[in-house]
């Protein structure tokens, strides 16, 4: 990209150059370019001093400059970037950003039970008939060890594999990769604290040799730092004891929040005590009485449902409106609402009850006087005409009814029951060797939040250590043997300066002697720090102050740009805002990476906005290829339903 570009550029200058120091222009070009005119009079007027001529050539000279330069910061910055550093960035950056979302996605789980009903069913994710949606809370403390974020639609087998794959990858696994992870934090930190504060033999032994969480390290530490020498940080202290407790804890944790349920499906026990799938249930929006007028049985239930729509659960949602899958809507058109639309042209213009004594026209059919005895029971604000004014006088009174959404019935197999039958004799039964694998929303929501503290608190911890390491000449933080040899040589030059001979003790009398004759033993290296006495919070105030711009570009383009876009694309009223959202989404999403690399990466100014410049390119370019995408879904659907509607 830099390549093209320069060339453009030089050849663009040299094309200038030319054309500026040329014997006459004339003879470069045809147009005449020794004169220009004045708007105000016509009249020719002499051209400009030959001293002005050359500022062209320095302002494309100057972006060419610019350029060139920027493209050389940019490379130096990617060729001086460590591989190995820049991927254990990468990987925090990702691994924090994934826990944010998934702290977002269960907030906005737990607020909105629309999103915990999201199966289209009117059994909840607790295995309870619930009509009204708002019924169910997903804080609800009898969810806490049941299943409540339940996904998929499993077999036995396949629900159980999956049970026991994430008890050793997540459970065991990542259990050894915590540890590992925070023992090395802890044994960098220890170090620093060493310089000023030596540490109890038991303390060296469970961070820089044991190198492993254990309920005896956990009560080791505790004693050690209540009893003996504590760190430089009580705050620090505080959290490796309980970064122990988590990490001990984590395969228990992972287990009791997962696991597998059965898949509830809704039920409705008819007038006869028979249980009817709760999918054969139809909410009605009309009741055409003397439907033999029109071809039709008496009682003509007319429903909200499409002809062509698969049956599922209807339900309520949490704004009292009335969610049913392929339901007809004022909003977009849905094939096979033709009744629908027929009823409601037909009602808008004669009313209801068959009270105006005129001829009719039904669906292109004349039909004498009076007009068609037709009721309604609830209609929602976004069906077919239900919030136009009726011509019929009774229609005032009528209408309201019609707002009333306990007014509502369901039909099946042609009878009708109203809302208070089903919600009273509505059951959930399991499915046959149908399950779903999730987890316990609570324990859930509990777990990210201690894991992102960890997450976290770790970090900081190693950063604020590695800032001060390694050693004055040594290559490495001492583990392993080092670190045992060091202990060997603390161990023994204490207990000859104690007159301690630890070969005629007992391992439990040794112990006694050194918690109380030596306070526990002490341990320190001699070698100072490479950075000593460096204040990690001075070197935070130093850093936002020098990058004060960019974070500030950073938290606006994060949390007000990107929220505004995302935000602004769903409140548009069309089916087109959904191609928008993605490419705002995208758009947003390859800014934040840009200016979040470009501060890790870059050095200078010119390079870093060349960084975000090439990430937000390439956002571009996948957003428009995405959207276009979408844009083309969304005509093709349209198209396939203006064989039914005019749109």
């Not at 306990?406 to 399991?430: D, E, K, M, V, W």
């Not at 083309?632 to 005019?646: A, G, N």
């Amino acid at each position: 990209m830099c390549f093209f570009l320069n060339r453009s550029l030089s050849t663009m200058s040299f094309i200038l150059q030319k054309f500026m120091y040329a014997g006459t222009y004339n003879q470069m070009l045809p147009i005449n370019f020794s004169s220009s005119l004045s708007l105000d009079s016509l009249i020719e007027e002499s051209p400009a001093p030959e001293e002005n001529q050359p500022s062209s050539i320095s302002f494309y000279e100057k972006i060419s400059s610019q350029w060139k330069g920027a493209c050389r910061e940019a490379l130096s910055d990617l060729r001086s970037i460590g591989w190995a550093r820049a991927g254990l960035w990468t990987l925090f950056v990702v691994w924090t950003m994934a826990m944010l979302g998934c702290l977002i996605y269960l907030i906005q789980y737990g607020l909105d039970s629309s999103i915990a009903n999201g199966t289209q069913s009117a059994c909840s994710a607790d295995g309870n008939f619930h009509l009204f949606i708002t019924e169910y809370s997903s804080w609800a403390a009898s969810g806490f060890f049941e299943i409540t974020l339940g996904f998929g639609n499993l077999s036995f087998t396949q629900a159980k594999v999956i049970d026991i794959a994430w008890d050793i990858i997540i459970g065991r696994s990542g259990q050894a990769l915590m540890a590992y992870l925070s023992w090395r934090a802890f044994a960098d930190y220890v170090t620093t604290s060493m310089e000023t504060m030596p540490v109890t033999y038991a303390v060296y032994f469970i961070v820089f040799i044991q190198d492993e969480p254990s309920l005896i390290s956990m009560f080791r530490l505790i004693r050690a730092f209540i009893h003996g020498r504590v760190l430089k940080s009580r705050i620090s202290m505080i959290f490796m004891i309980l970064s122990i407790a988590f990490l001990l804890a984590w395969p228990t944790l992972a287990s009791a929040m997962s696991g597998y349920t059965t898949i509830g499906k809704a039920f409705v026990t008819n007038y006869d005590g028979s249980y009817i799938p709760f999918s054969e249930f139809q909410p009605i929006a009309y009741m055409i009485h003397d439907g033999w007028r029109v071809n039709l049985t008496g009682d003509y239930a007319v429903s909200y449902s499409s002809s062509q729509a698969p049956k599922v659960d209807p339900y309520f949602l949490s704004d009292g409106s009335f969610n049913y899958f392929g339901g007809c809507s004022v909003y977009y058109p849905v094939p096979g609402c033709d009744l629908q639309i027929a009823t409601s042209d037909y009602v808008s213009l004669y009313g209801f009850f068959g009270l105006n004594n005129t001829a009719s026209v039904w669906m292109n059919t004349s039909i004498p006087s009076p007009a068609l005895n037709i009721s309604a029971f609830y209609l929602t604000p976004d069906f077919i005409y239900s919030n136009f004014n009726w011509t019929d006088p009774g229609s005032t009174a009528a209408k309201q009814s019609y707002t009333n959404s306990s007014n509502l019935a369901f039909t099946s197999y042609n009878q009708t029951y109203s809302l208070a039958y089903i919600h009273n004799n509505g059951r959930c039964q399991p499915a046959q060797d149908r399950f779903q694998w999730g987890f316990s929303f609570i324990q859930l929501f509990i777990v990210v939040i201690c894991l992102a503290i960890w997450t976290i608190g770790t970090y900081l911890m190693w950063l604020k250590a590695r800032f001060q390491l390694p050693l004055r000449g040594q290559a490495e933080v001492p583990k392993g043997w080092r670190s045992a040899l060091i202990l060997v040589e603390r161990m023994s030059k204490e207990l000859q300066e104690a007159d301690i001979d630890p070969h005629s003790l007992t391992d439990r009398q040794l112990k006694k002697e050194i918690y109380q004759r030596l306070q526990g033993g002490s341990v320190s290296f001699d070698i100072p720090l490479t950075r000593s006495g460096y204040s990690f919070r001075q070197a935070t105030k130093n850093w936002l102050k020098k990058e004060l711009r960019w974070f500030i570009s950073f938290l606006i383009v994060t949390f007000g740009v990107s929220p505004g876009l995302i935000c602004g694309a769903l409140a548009l009223p069309s089916l087109f805002s959904w191609p928008i959202l993605y490419l705002f989404i995208i758009l947003s999403v390859s800014l934040i990476v840009g200016i979040l690399f470009a501060m890790i990466v870059g050095s200078t100014r010119r390079g870093r906005l060349l960084m975000v410049m090439s990430w937000w390119t390439c956002g571009i370019v996948v957003g428009l290829a995405v959207f276009a995408k979408e844009y083309l879904q969304v005509r093709r659907f349209l198209e396939d339903l203006s064989t039914y509607y005019y749109i």
